[in-house]
Structures are given as structure tokens and as C-alpha cells.
């Protein structure tokens, strides 16, 4: 394990001799998001699913460290979604009952986010043999943008089959703070383990645009606000292959949901209609593998 040497004058910034890293990596991520929203007398009137979204994504992070024992951290994240379904159901009927009308389509689209955190290190002493750990509470910043498609139409309740036309859209958007903690284990020889936990609030806003829908307006047909909560794990491992180099494979997860808002409806005629929209729900598992700099 390489020891960083402290430069450090009265009432001057203490930092590492090598307080920068930047990181790039790139993996394959896996989505789903769900919402459903309420109407007239039936509690589960319309429920649209994106599900198995395979998604090839490319991140970069930075973090500094200064004062010795503070880092602030910041990474953004861009996806291409490859493949995935998407399902449009309608019900008349609580409980998703009385099911009247369902399309099973092409689900597509992007992908974005990005995180900025600040903590302060505590280094954990007397521990065991060569091996060092360190803690880093947080609090931060997050956005995460899904910008989702539906293409491709098949209508299968009643069974009609494929319809041409269908370019819908739904761009979500969850932003607001988080706390959390990184650990960091590090070996007497050249590997790293980091463990990293977040607990997000988010304001949770969707504009939509139902193309096929004339009584609709265009592009936006209806916008979604409501405010959720979730949290986030990830596990990465390092190897030392230089001093100034490491390579690393990390794993991540995120869920997110949210509770009761509303459905504002824009028609086309001018009117505005609003409903109960019940509920999101967005969970994503990423894979990569990436390359650290420091200097």
C-alpha cells in the first residue's frame, strides 16, 4: 500500500502529493421502471412498465482530496439503451381487474446522471495485520434522468396486433440530496476494496408526450410531480498495476420509488385534467469495469 506524504503550512490547504484521481469506466447496466395512476372510480385505471432495459454506459468520476482528510467527489454517467419492452395497460376495474385494452411495445431511449458528495475521512486504528480501513460519511447531490420510448406498437388485448406509428415518450427526472458512507479497505499489498451506501430524497417530475393520442396536447401531453426516497449500493475492487494506475471492477445498485402525486393532463382542446398518479418505481443494476489516474 503506498503511503501519501502531507504538505501542509500554518492556515494553508493540506493535500496529498497526488490529491487528484480521475476515473473512466464502462459496463452494462439493466433498468425497470413502472407508474400507475388512478381515475374515476378505479384505483388502477392506467399502468405503463419499461422492463429489461439493457443499457451500454460510459461514467467518469473525479474526486479531491484536501485538508488531509476531506474529498470531494463527482461523477456523471451516460447510457444508450440497446433493448427492452415496454407494456401500456388500461383497466376498468380495481386492482387491475377488468383489463380492456393492453399494448406490449419496443421500450428504448437514454439514459443519464450525475452525483457530487463532500466527507471527511476517518481513518480506523489498530487494525488487524498490514491491512488498513477507512471511513468517509457524505452528504451530496444527485440527478438521474431516464429519457424513455415506446415504439414499435403491438396491441394485444383486444389482440389486433401491430399498429404503425407509435413514437411516445417519457423523460423522468429524480434530483434532491443524500447521505451516505464510503468504507475503504486497503491491503499491505496492491488491491482495494470500497463499499459505498447512499440514502437519496428526490423530487420526482415526468413530462410525457402520447403521440397517437389526438385529444392529447403535443409534445407534452401530461407532466408527473411527486417526491420519492431510495437507496444505493455499490462494491468496487481496485488493483495497484503502477503508481499511478489502478483497474477496477465495481458493481452497483439503485432503487427508487416514490409515493402518491399528481397527473396533469394537458388536452388539446386547452382544458387541463388532473388525477392521482399512485405511485413510480425505478430499480437499475450496473456492471463495469474501469481505469483510475492519480497525480
Not at 41 to 54: A, R
Not at 61 to 83: E, H, K, M, P, V
Not at 88 to 111: C, I, P
Not at 119 to 134: A, F, K, Q
Amino acid at each position: 500500500m503506498e503511503k501519501r506524504l502531507l504538505v501542509e503550512q500554518p492556515g494553508e490547504l493540506a493535500i496529498t502529493d497526488r490529491p487528484y484521481e480521475l476515473l473512466l469506466k464502462t459496463g452494462y447496466r439493466k433498468d425497470n421502471l413502472n407508474w400507475n395512476e388512478a381515475g374515476g372510480s378505479v384505483n388502477i385505471l392506467s399502468e405503463l412498465k419499461w422492463e429489461n432495459l439493457k443499457i451500454a454506459q460510459i461514467c467518469a468520476a473525479a474526486r479531491l482530496n484536501f485538508y488531509s482528510d476531506w474529498s470531494l467527489r463527482g461523477t456523471f454517467a451516460y447510457g444508450s439503451i440497446q433493448s427492452g419492452s415496454n407494456q401500456d395497460s388500461d383497466y376498468n376495474g380495481n386492482n387491475r381487474t377488468l383489463e380492456f385494452s393492453r399494448s406490449n411495445n419496443k421500450g428504448g431511449g437514454k439514459v443519464r446522471d450525475g452525483s457530487i458528495g463532500l466527507g471527511r475521512t476517518l481513518n480506523l486504528p489498530n487494525y488487524v495485520g498490514e491491512n488498513s480501513l477507512s471511513v468517509t460519511p457524505l452528504v451530496g447531490l444527485s440527478i438521474h434522468q431516464q429519457n424513455l420510448t415506446m415504439t414499435e406498437g403491438f396491441q394485444t388485448l383486444p389482440a389486433t396486433g401491430s399498429f404503425p406509428g407509435l413514437n411516445s415518450s417519457y423523460d423522468a427526472k429524480w434530483q434532491g440530496p443524500w447521505v451516505g458512507i464510503d468504507a475503504l479497505l486497503e491491503s499491505g499489498g496492491d488491491w482495494s476494496l470500497t463499499a459505498t451506501g447512499e440514502y437519496h430524497w428526490a423530487d420526482y417530475s415526468a413530462h410525457a408526450n402520447w403521440n397517437l393520442r389526438p385529444e392529447f396536447s403535443h409534445p407534452v401531453s401530461f407532466i408527473h410531480t411527486t417526491k420519492g426516497q431510495g437507496i444505493l449500493l455499490a462494491m468496487e475492487a481496485t488493483y495497484h498495476v503502477s503508481k499511478d494506475w489502478r483497474v477496477g471492477f465495481s458493481v452497483e445498485v439503485q432503487q427508487m420509488s416514490t409515493g402518491a402525486g399528481i397527473d396533469q393532463t394537458f388536452f388539446s382542446d386547452g382544458t387541463v385534467g388532473y388525477y392521482s398518479l399512485n405511485g413510480v418505481n425505478w430499480e437499475s443494476t450496473s456492471y463495469n469495469l474501469g481505469i483510475v489516474y492519480q497525480f
